[in-house]
């Protein structure tokens, strides 16, 4: 972030959500009782590309006046969300993915008209290969979560939730870079938000002990889309002025969570999406009444019979 780089608000996601109205779908909310318990869920696995990134690449776009080509670096799901938002607005985009992006994302990125480039080991090794194409072409490039417009454009999920599910006290969503649960804090008001994160994959919790953003270790069994080392500068300031609530799951917790959203819904949920679910079940969240964000189905999966 520069020292001109102003802060995403909430009057930034009521215009994003505008502004992304014709392109992206309003997912539906699933009210209903889990062990006994009420619980909603933001089906957002049902977004176009399967997956939240949609929201923040269509706006950061649309924000900038539909560039004609874009270059980004993703775990799979913003690319999947910058490919498909470029496909709407008639640009280009480039997408740089680490070597060990998942095949389930590889695959629909290939699919989905993007110039594919793999390089790296990790998110932050693909980014910066992608920085420097960014500014060897003069091409924009567009960050999956340290951008004030992908913020807000995330924070199109808070607004419909405190909107679409009036019953609910309280959000809890995964972290990976903090853009999604920094735009859902301003979209949400008036509901306590939660920020869940995989043990082994701690860049939100590091940055709060830190009081600034620090590199950590990333090993996680949903490291493909919270991979992030780092929260971003946007999402951390935006953090400091509207602070959310935290937690932490395990990764054998995170699996038994993705496990039992397919036994108990049929959703056939990527890992990171089960988190905040995870952080459910083991009674780590605040409130009488949770919406769980469900962010992203991009994981293989085959029907066996
Ligand atoms: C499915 C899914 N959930 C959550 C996140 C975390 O979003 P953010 O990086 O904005 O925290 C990502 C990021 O790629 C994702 O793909």
């Given at each position: 972030?520069?020292?001109?780089?102003?802060l995403p608000t909430a009057a930034?996601?009521?215009?994003?959500?505008?502004r992304i109205a014709p392109y992206a779908r309003r997912t539906p909310v699933l009210s209903t009782r889990v062990d006994g318990r009420p619980l909603s869920l933001k089906l957002e696995h049902l977004q176009i590309?399967?997956?939240?990134?949609?929201?923040?690449?269509?706006n950061a776009m649309l924000a900038a006046g539909a560039p004609e080509r874009v270059v980004t670096a993703s775990g799979g799901n913003h690319g999947l969300g910058v490919a498909a938002a470029a496909r709407m607005l008639g640009a280009e985009a480039l997408v740089y993915v680490p070597e060990t992006v998942p095949e389930a994302k590889a695959r629909r990125l290939e699919a989905s008209g993007a110039e594919l480039v793999r390089t790296g080991a990790h998110y932050a090794e693909a980014a910066e290969a992608?920085?420097?194409?960014?500014?060897?072409?003069?091409?924009?490039?567009?960050?999956?979560?340290?951008?004030?417009?992908?913020?807000?454009g995330q924070g199109t999920i808070g607004h419909e939730i405190a909107v679409?599910?009036?019953e609910c006290d309280s959000v809890a969503v995964a972290v990976g870079g903090a853009g999604l649960v920094a735009g859902v804090r301003l979209g949400a008001a008036g509901l306590r938000v939660t920020g869940v994160e995989p043990e082994g994959?701690?860049?939100l919790h590091a940055a709060l002990a830190a009081g600034e953003p620090v590199d950590t270790p990333v090993d996680s069994v949903a490291s493909s889309a919270l991979g992030a080392a780092r929260v971003g500068d946007v999402p951390f300031a935006v953090l400091g002025a509207h602070p959310v609530g935290?937690?932490?799951?395990?990764?054998?917790?995170?699996?038994?969570?993705?496990?039992?959203?397919?036994?108990?819904?049929?959703?056939?949920?990527?890992?990171?999406?089960?988190?905040p679910f995870a952080a459910w079940l083991?009674?780590?969240?605040?409130?009488?009444?949770?919406?769980?964000?469900?962010?992203?189905?991009?994981?293989?999966?085959?029907?066996?019979?």
């Open positions: 972030m520069t020292a001109t780089t102003s930034d996601v009521a215009a994003a959500a505008e590309t399967g997956a939240f990134k949609l929201r923040g690449a269509l992608a920085r420097a194409r960014a500014g060897a072409e003069g091409l924009r490039y567009l960050h999956a979560y340290d951008d004030p417009d992908v913020v807000a679409d599910a009036p994959c701690r860049s935290t937690a932490l799951v395990t990764d054998a917790e995170i699996t038994a969570a993705r496990d039992r959203l397919w036994e108990e819904f049929r959703i056939a949920a990527e890992p990171a999406a089960a988190v083991a009674d780590r969240l605040p409130g009488e009444h949770t919406c769980l964000v469900v962010c992203g189905a991009n994981a293989s999966w085959t029907p066996e019979g």
